[in-house]
Protein backbone atom coordinates (compact mmCIF):
# COMPACT_ATOMS: atom_id res chain seq x y z
CA UNK A 1 0.00 0.00 0.00
CA UNK A 2 1.12 3.10 -0.94
CA UNK A 3 1.98 5.60 2.02
CA UNK A 4 -0.36 9.23 1.96
CA UNK A 5 1.91 12.24 0.77
CA UNK A 6 2.57 15.66 1.89
CA UNK A 7 2.84 18.64 -1.08
CA UNK A 8 4.73 21.65 -0.85
CA UNK A 9 4.22 24.53 -3.11
CA UNK A 10 7.86 25.12 -3.77
CA UNK A 11 8.26 28.67 -5.99
CA UNK A 12 11.52 26.86 -7.85
CA UNK A 13 10.47 23.35 -8.50
CA UNK A 14 6.89 23.60 -8.42
CA UNK A 15 5.23 20.57 -6.55
CA UNK A 16 7.78 18.98 -3.98
CA UNK A 17 6.34 15.96 -2.44
CA UNK A 18 7.13 14.39 1.20
CA UNK A 19 5.83 10.70 2.11
CA UNK A 20 4.58 10.04 5.06
CA UNK A 21 6.90 8.65 8.04
CA UNK A 22 10.29 9.92 9.02
CA UNK A 23 10.98 12.57 6.64
CA UNK A 24 7.66 14.04 7.76
CA UNK A 25 7.80 14.11 11.24
CA UNK A 26 11.69 15.64 10.55
CA UNK A 27 10.25 18.43 8.89
CA UNK A 28 7.39 18.97 11.36
CA UNK A 29 9.73 18.90 14.30
CA UNK A 30 10.61 22.35 16.04
CA UNK A 31 14.62 21.71 15.11
CA UNK A 32 13.31 21.84 11.31
CA UNK A 33 10.85 24.83 11.71
CA UNK A 34 13.48 26.98 13.12
CA UNK A 35 14.87 26.73 9.65
CA UNK A 36 11.81 28.71 8.78
CA UNK A 37 12.93 32.08 11.02
CA UNK A 38 16.83 31.57 9.30
CA UNK A 39 17.34 33.54 6.14
CA UNK A 40 19.30 31.56 3.20
CA UNK A 41 21.80 34.08 2.55
CA UNK A 42 22.26 36.11 5.77
CA UNK A 43 22.71 39.89 4.44
CA UNK A 44 22.20 39.63 0.67
CA UNK A 45 19.49 41.52 0.62
CA UNK A 46 20.87 44.20 1.23
CA UNK A 47 22.34 44.00 -2.10
CA UNK A 48 18.87 41.81 -3.69
CA UNK A 49 15.68 42.95 -1.96
CA UNK A 50 14.27 39.35 -3.57
CA UNK A 51 16.84 36.77 -1.08
CA UNK A 52 14.82 36.55 1.80
CA UNK A 53 14.09 33.16 1.01
CA UNK A 54 15.19 30.68 4.26
CA UNK A 55 16.91 27.74 5.01
CA UNK A 56 13.67 26.02 5.29
CA UNK A 57 13.19 26.55 2.01
CA UNK A 58 16.85 25.64 0.85
CA UNK A 59 16.30 22.00 2.78
CA UNK A 60 13.11 21.32 0.87
CA UNK A 61 14.84 22.34 -2.46
CA UNK A 62 17.75 19.69 -1.71
CA UNK A 63 15.64 17.17 -0.52
CA UNK A 64 13.45 17.26 -3.54
CA UNK A 65 16.52 17.26 -5.43
CA UNK A 66 17.82 14.21 -3.98
CA UNK A 67 14.68 12.28 -4.76
CA UNK A 68 15.30 13.02 -8.31
CA UNK A 69 18.73 11.87 -8.00
CA UNK A 70 17.75 8.74 -6.11
CA UNK A 71 15.21 7.73 -8.80
CA UNK A 72 17.68 8.34 -11.15
CA UNK A 73 20.18 6.42 -10.15
CA UNK A 74 17.91 3.44 -9.41
CA UNK A 75 17.26 3.73 -13.35
CA UNK A 76 20.41 2.99 -14.30
CA UNK A 77 21.40 -0.20 -11.98
CA UNK A 78 21.99 1.36 -8.78
CA UNK A 79 21.22 -0.79 -5.47
CA UNK A 80 19.59 1.67 -3.28
CA UNK A 81 17.10 0.19 -0.85
CA UNK A 82 14.05 2.03 0.75
CA UNK A 83 15.98 2.09 3.57
CA UNK A 84 18.84 3.45 2.20
CA UNK A 85 17.04 6.13 0.23
CA UNK A 86 15.28 7.23 3.13
CA UNK A 87 18.47 7.75 4.97
CA UNK A 88 20.16 9.52 2.48
CA UNK A 89 17.09 12.19 1.69
CA UNK A 90 17.08 12.69 5.74
CA UNK A 91 20.39 13.56 5.46
CA UNK A 92 20.29 16.24 3.03
CA UNK A 93 17.17 17.20 4.99
CA UNK A 94 19.09 17.85 8.30
CA UNK A 95 22.70 18.78 6.62
CA UNK A 96 21.92 22.44 7.64
CA UNK A 97 20.12 22.51 10.36
CA UNK A 98 23.17 23.47 12.20
CA UNK A 99 23.09 26.71 11.41
CA UNK A 100 23.01 29.73 13.31
CA UNK A 101 21.14 33.15 12.73
CA UNK A 102 22.70 36.18 10.10
CA UNK A 103 24.76 33.71 7.71
CA UNK A 104 27.99 33.03 9.97
CA UNK A 105 28.01 35.75 11.91
CA UNK A 106 26.89 34.05 14.91
CA UNK A 107 29.12 31.19 14.57
CA UNK A 108 32.53 32.88 14.47
CA UNK A 109 31.71 35.06 17.42
CA UNK A 110 29.20 33.73 20.13
CA UNK A 111 29.47 29.57 19.18
CA UNK A 112 32.59 28.33 19.31
CA UNK A 113 31.67 24.93 17.27
CA UNK A 114 31.05 24.08 13.66
CA UNK A 115 27.77 24.47 11.99
CA UNK A 116 28.32 21.14 10.56
CA UNK A 117 28.91 20.17 14.10
CA UNK A 118 26.08 21.24 15.21
CA UNK A 119 24.25 19.75 12.35
CA UNK A 120 25.70 16.25 13.40
CA UNK A 121 24.18 16.91 17.34
CA UNK A 122 20.74 18.26 16.44
CA UNK A 123 20.81 14.66 13.97
CA UNK A 124 21.77 12.61 16.99
CA UNK A 125 19.40 14.38 19.47
CA UNK A 126 16.68 13.44 17.15
CA UNK A 127 17.80 9.73 16.33
CA UNK A 128 17.45 9.67 20.43
CA UNK A 129 13.71 10.90 20.17
CA UNK A 130 12.94 8.36 17.31
CA UNK A 131 14.34 5.37 19.20
CA UNK A 132 17.30 5.17 16.66
CA UNK A 133 15.51 5.62 13.19
CA UNK A 134 18.34 8.03 11.60
CA UNK A 135 21.29 5.61 12.23
CA UNK A 136 21.66 5.15 9.40
CA UNK A 137 21.43 8.91 8.05
CA UNK A 138 23.85 10.09 10.45
CA UNK A 139 25.97 7.10 8.96
CA UNK A 140 25.66 8.18 5.20
CA UNK A 141 26.38 12.04 6.67
CA UNK A 142 29.83 11.17 8.17
CA UNK A 143 30.99 9.41 5.48
CA UNK A 144 31.19 5.77 7.51
CA UNK A 145 28.58 4.14 5.50
CA UNK A 146 29.85 1.32 2.81
CA UNK A 147 27.79 3.19 -0.09
CA UNK A 148 29.88 6.28 -0.33
CA UNK A 149 28.41 7.42 -3.28
CA UNK A 150 25.21 8.25 -0.97
CA UNK A 151 27.78 10.61 1.22
CA UNK A 152 28.55 12.10 -2.23
CA UNK A 153 25.03 13.00 -2.73
CA UNK A 154 24.70 14.62 0.60
CA UNK A 155 28.45 15.95 0.90
CA UNK A 156 30.33 16.58 -2.37
CA UNK A 157 31.72 18.27 -5.11
CA UNK A 158 28.01 17.74 -7.22
CA UNK A 159 26.12 16.88 -3.91
CA UNK A 160 22.20 18.44 -3.84
CA UNK A 161 23.12 20.99 -1.36
CA UNK A 162 25.09 22.61 -3.87
CA UNK A 163 22.65 21.80 -6.29
CA UNK A 164 19.93 23.78 -5.03
CA UNK A 165 21.46 26.40 -3.31
CA UNK A 166 23.20 27.98 -6.59
CA UNK A 167 19.69 27.25 -8.21
CA UNK A 168 17.49 28.92 -5.56
CA UNK A 169 19.89 31.59 -4.58
CA UNK A 170 20.21 33.16 -8.16
CA UNK A 171 16.38 32.18 -8.30
CA UNK A 172 15.47 34.60 -5.85
CA UNK A 173 18.74 37.53 -5.98
CA UNK A 174 17.52 37.55 -9.88
CA UNK A 175 21.50 37.16 -10.93
CA UNK A 176 21.29 34.65 -13.67
CA UNK A 177 24.62 34.08 -13.65
CA UNK A 178 24.17 31.45 -11.40
CA UNK A 179 21.30 29.62 -13.14
CA UNK A 180 22.25 25.88 -13.63
CA UNK A 181 21.31 22.87 -15.28
CA UNK A 182 20.26 20.79 -12.55
CA UNK A 183 17.75 18.63 -14.10
CA UNK A 184 20.16 17.67 -16.87
CA UNK A 185 22.89 17.26 -14.45
CA UNK A 186 20.90 15.02 -12.26
CA UNK A 187 19.96 12.87 -15.37
CA UNK A 188 23.52 12.24 -16.21
CA UNK A 189 24.68 11.27 -12.79
CA UNK A 190 25.79 7.59 -12.59
CA UNK A 191 27.50 5.00 -10.13
CA UNK A 192 30.58 3.70 -10.88
CA UNK A 193 32.75 1.61 -9.08
CA UNK A 194 31.19 2.50 -5.77
CA UNK A 195 31.34 5.81 -6.50
CA UNK A 196 29.40 9.04 -8.40
CA UNK A 197 30.23 9.88 -11.85
CA UNK A 198 28.78 11.86 -14.68
CA UNK A 199 27.70 10.59 -18.06
CA UNK A 200 29.53 11.90 -20.94
CA UNK A 201 26.58 13.42 -22.11
CA UNK A 202 26.99 16.05 -19.08
CA UNK A 203 30.15 17.27 -18.97
CA UNK A 204 29.53 21.05 -20.51
CA UNK A 205 26.54 20.73 -17.89
CA UNK A 206 29.12 20.60 -15.51
CA UNK A 207 31.13 23.19 -16.69
CA UNK A 208 28.67 25.82 -16.63
CA UNK A 209 27.95 24.49 -12.63
CA UNK A 210 31.52 25.17 -12.01
CA UNK A 211 31.43 28.62 -13.78
CA UNK A 212 28.50 29.74 -12.26
CA UNK A 213 29.26 28.61 -8.58
CA UNK A 214 32.69 30.64 -9.42
CA UNK A 215 30.55 34.19 -10.53
CA UNK A 216 27.56 33.75 -7.39
CA UNK A 217 30.74 33.77 -5.17
CA UNK A 218 31.80 37.28 -6.31
CA UNK A 219 28.32 38.70 -7.51
CA UNK A 220 26.25 37.46 -4.48
CA UNK A 221 28.21 36.05 -1.49
CA UNK A 222 31.08 37.96 -1.26
CA UNK A 223 29.96 41.23 -2.79
CA UNK A 224 31.08 44.06 -1.16
CA UNK A 225 28.19 45.50 0.43
CA UNK A 226 26.79 41.66 1.56
CA UNK A 227 30.24 41.45 2.99
CA UNK A 228 30.24 44.81 4.72
CA UNK A 229 26.94 44.43 6.19
CA UNK A 230 28.20 41.01 7.56
CA UNK A 231 31.50 42.25 8.78
CA UNK A 232 28.96 45.06 10.82
CA UNK A 233 27.06 42.14 12.61
CA UNK A 234 30.12 40.22 13.51
CA UNK A 235 31.61 43.37 15.30
CA UNK A 236 28.74 44.43 16.55
CA UNK A 237 27.87 40.63 17.96
CA UNK A 238 31.55 41.00 19.01
CA UNK A 239 31.15 44.23 20.51
CA UNK A 240 27.96 43.21 22.64
CA UNK A 241 29.89 39.89 23.41
CA UNK A 242 32.74 41.92 25.24
CA UNK A 243 30.24 44.35 27.03
CA UNK A 244 28.50 41.40 28.33
CA UNK A 245 31.34 40.12 29.81
CA UNK A 246 32.15 43.63 31.69
CA UNK A 247 28.63 43.18 33.25
CA UNK A 248 27.09 45.62 30.87
CA UNK A 249 23.17 45.04 31.12
CA UNK A 250 22.24 44.32 27.00
CA UNK A 251 18.56 43.74 25.62
CA UNK A 252 18.22 40.02 24.42
CA UNK A 253 16.19 37.29 24.38
CA UNK A 254 17.07 34.62 26.73
CA UNK A 255 19.07 32.31 24.39
CA UNK A 256 20.65 35.12 23.11
CA UNK A 257 21.81 36.44 26.26
CA UNK A 258 23.22 32.74 26.96
CA UNK A 259 25.37 32.79 24.16
CA UNK A 260 26.35 36.81 25.51
CA UNK A 261 27.19 36.37 29.19
CA UNK A 262 28.28 32.78 29.43
CA UNK A 263 32.15 32.60 30.95
CA UNK A 264 34.87 32.31 27.93
CA UNK A 265 35.99 29.22 29.52
CA UNK A 266 32.22 27.29 30.06
CA UNK A 267 32.02 24.26 27.98
CA UNK A 268 28.43 23.73 27.84
CA UNK A 269 27.36 19.91 27.22
CA UNK A 270 25.99 18.69 24.07
CA UNK A 271 22.77 18.52 25.28
CA UNK A 272 23.02 21.99 27.17
CA UNK A 273 24.42 23.75 24.16
CA UNK A 274 21.63 22.45 22.02
CA UNK A 275 18.73 23.68 24.31
CA UNK A 276 19.63 27.20 23.52
CA UNK A 277 20.94 27.06 20.38
CA UNK A 278 17.48 25.69 19.39
CA UNK A 279 15.60 28.86 20.41
CA UNK A 280 18.41 30.93 18.28
CA UNK A 281 17.00 32.14 14.80
CA UNK A 282 17.13 35.80 13.18
CA UNK A 283 14.44 36.57 15.16
CA UNK A 284 16.76 37.07 18.07
CA UNK A 285 18.95 39.31 16.80
CA UNK A 286 16.94 41.13 14.61
CA UNK A 287 15.59 41.98 17.54
CA UNK A 288 18.39 42.80 19.51
CA UNK A 289 19.54 45.34 16.70
CA UNK A 290 16.91 47.31 16.97
CA UNK A 291 17.30 48.00 20.84
CA UNK A 292 21.35 47.99 20.57
CA UNK A 293 20.79 50.51 17.98
CA UNK A 294 19.66 53.26 21.11
CA UNK A 295 22.32 51.45 23.50
CA UNK A 296 24.66 53.96 25.25
CA UNK A 297 27.43 52.36 23.84
CA UNK A 298 28.76 54.51 20.99
CA UNK A 299 30.27 51.97 18.95
CA UNK A 300 27.67 49.31 19.76
CA UNK A 301 24.69 52.01 18.98
CA UNK A 302 26.46 52.98 15.87
CA UNK A 303 26.97 49.36 14.31
CA UNK A 304 23.45 48.60 15.31
CA UNK A 305 21.99 51.72 13.74
CA UNK A 306 23.91 51.35 10.29
CA UNK A 307 22.40 48.33 10.10
CA UNK A 308 19.00 48.77 10.83
CA UNK A 309 18.89 51.85 8.59
CA UNK A 310 21.09 50.55 5.79
CA UNK A 311 24.14 52.85 6.63
CA UNK A 312 26.77 50.50 5.95
CA UNK A 313 30.34 50.76 6.15
CA UNK A 314 32.56 51.07 2.86
CA UNK A 315 34.11 48.40 1.82
CA UNK A 316 36.80 48.08 -0.45
CA UNK A 317 38.88 44.82 -2.18
CA UNK A 318 42.48 44.45 -3.13
CA UNK A 319 44.67 41.45 -4.51
CA UNK A 320 47.23 41.94 -2.20
CA UNK A 321 46.83 42.57 1.80
CA UNK A 322 45.82 45.82 2.52
CA UNK A 323 48.80 48.10 3.30
CA UNK A 324 49.62 48.85 6.97
CA UNK A 325 50.26 52.47 6.24
CA UNK A 326 46.73 53.60 4.72
CA UNK A 327 45.23 51.11 7.66
CA UNK A 328 46.77 53.58 10.46
CA UNK A 329 45.78 56.51 8.48
CA UNK A 330 41.76 54.83 8.33
CA UNK A 331 42.42 54.53 12.29
CA UNK A 332 43.81 58.00 12.75
CA UNK A 333 40.64 59.42 10.94
CA UNK A 334 38.50 57.21 12.74
CA UNK A 335 39.52 58.63 15.96
CA UNK A 336 39.40 62.16 14.59
CA UNK A 337 35.63 61.38 13.57
CA UNK A 338 34.82 59.16 16.70
CA UNK A 339 36.82 59.74 19.35
CA UNK A 340 39.49 57.13 21.14
CA UNK A 341 37.26 54.28 20.06
CA UNK A 342 37.22 55.08 16.04
CA UNK A 343 40.44 53.11 15.57
CA UNK A 344 37.71 49.73 16.45
CA UNK A 345 35.70 50.66 13.65
CA UNK A 346 38.43 49.69 10.71
CA UNK A 347 37.63 46.34 9.81
CA UNK A 348 40.31 44.29 7.67
CA UNK A 349 39.95 40.74 6.21
CA UNK A 350 40.15 38.50 3.24
CA UNK A 351 37.92 35.72 1.47
CA UNK A 352 39.02 32.82 -0.46
CA UNK A 353 36.99 31.26 -3.34
CA UNK A 354 37.89 28.04 -5.23
CA UNK A 355 35.37 26.77 -7.99
CA UNK A 356 36.56 23.59 -8.17
CA UNK A 357 38.82 21.95 -5.65
CA UNK A 358 40.73 18.66 -7.42
CA UNK A 359 42.71 18.08 -4.88
CA UNK A 360 39.91 17.02 -1.94
CA UNK A 361 37.38 15.05 -4.53
CA UNK A 362 37.41 14.55 -8.02
CA UNK A 363 34.38 15.33 -10.68
CA UNK A 364 34.75 12.02 -12.46
CA UNK A 365 33.64 11.25 -16.33
CA UNK A 366 32.26 8.27 -17.23
CA UNK A 367 32.74 7.70 -21.22
CA UNK A 368 30.98 5.42 -23.55
CA UNK A 369 33.98 3.56 -23.44
CA UNK A 370 33.97 2.91 -19.40
CA UNK A 371 37.25 4.69 -18.90
CA UNK A 372 36.75 7.62 -16.40
CA UNK A 373 38.64 10.36 -16.30
CA UNK A 374 38.39 13.36 -13.50
CA UNK A 375 36.89 16.54 -15.68
CA UNK A 376 40.46 18.50 -15.28
CA UNK A 377 41.59 16.06 -17.30
CA UNK A 378 39.23 16.24 -20.24
CA UNK A 379 37.50 19.61 -20.08
CA UNK A 380 38.34 22.21 -22.83
CA UNK A 381 37.63 25.49 -20.89
CA UNK A 382 39.21 26.73 -17.38
CA UNK A 383 37.28 25.60 -14.37
CA UNK A 384 39.15 27.72 -12.16
CA UNK A 385 40.75 24.92 -9.72
CA UNK A 386 43.24 27.54 -7.98
CA UNK A 387 42.14 29.67 -5.15
CA UNK A 388 41.29 33.35 -5.81
CA UNK A 389 42.27 34.92 -2.12
CA UNK A 390 41.08 38.93 -2.02
CA UNK A 391 41.88 41.16 0.96
CA UNK A 392 39.18 44.03 2.33
CA UNK A 393 39.62 47.10 4.55
CA UNK A 394 36.02 48.19 5.61
CA UNK A 395 35.40 51.29 7.40
CA UNK A 396 32.72 54.24 8.00
CA UNK A 397 31.77 56.21 4.98
CA UNK A 398 31.94 59.83 6.68
CA UNK A 399 35.53 59.49 7.94
CA UNK A 400 37.81 62.32 6.08
CA UNK A 401 41.41 60.74 4.93
CA UNK A 402 43.55 60.93 1.94
CA UNK A 403 43.17 57.61 -0.67
CA UNK A 404 46.31 55.84 -1.35
Same mark, same amino acid.
Given at each position: ???????????? !????????????????????????? %???????????????????????????????????????????????????????????????????????? +????????????????? &?????????????????????????????????????? !???? &?????? @?????????? %??????????????????? !??????????????????????????????????????????????????????????????????????????????? @?? @??????????????????????????? +?????????????????? +??????????????????????????? &??????????????????????? &???????? @?????????????????
Amino acid at each position: MQRKRKIFNDPV !YGFVSVPEGLLLEIIDHPYFQRLRR %IRQVGMAHYVYPGALHTRFHHALGALHLMQQAIEVLRSKGADITEKEAEAACAAILLHDVGHGPYSHALEHN +LVDVHHETLSLLFMQAL &DRQYGGQLRLAIQIFTDEYPKHFLHQLVSGQLDMDRMD !YLNR &DSFFTG @VSEGVIGYDR %IIKMLAVHDGELVVEEKGI !YSIEKFLIARRLMYWQVYLHKTNVSAEQMAVHLLRRARQLALEGVDLEASEALRWFLYRAPDDRPTPEVLLQYFAQLDD @VD @VAAAIKAWSRHHDPMLSLLAAGLIERR +LFRLEWRTVPIEEGYIAQ +LQEAARKTYGSWGHQLIFIGASSNRAY &DPSSEKINILFKSGRVAPIDECS &DVPLYTQT @VTKYFVCYPKNIRFNTP
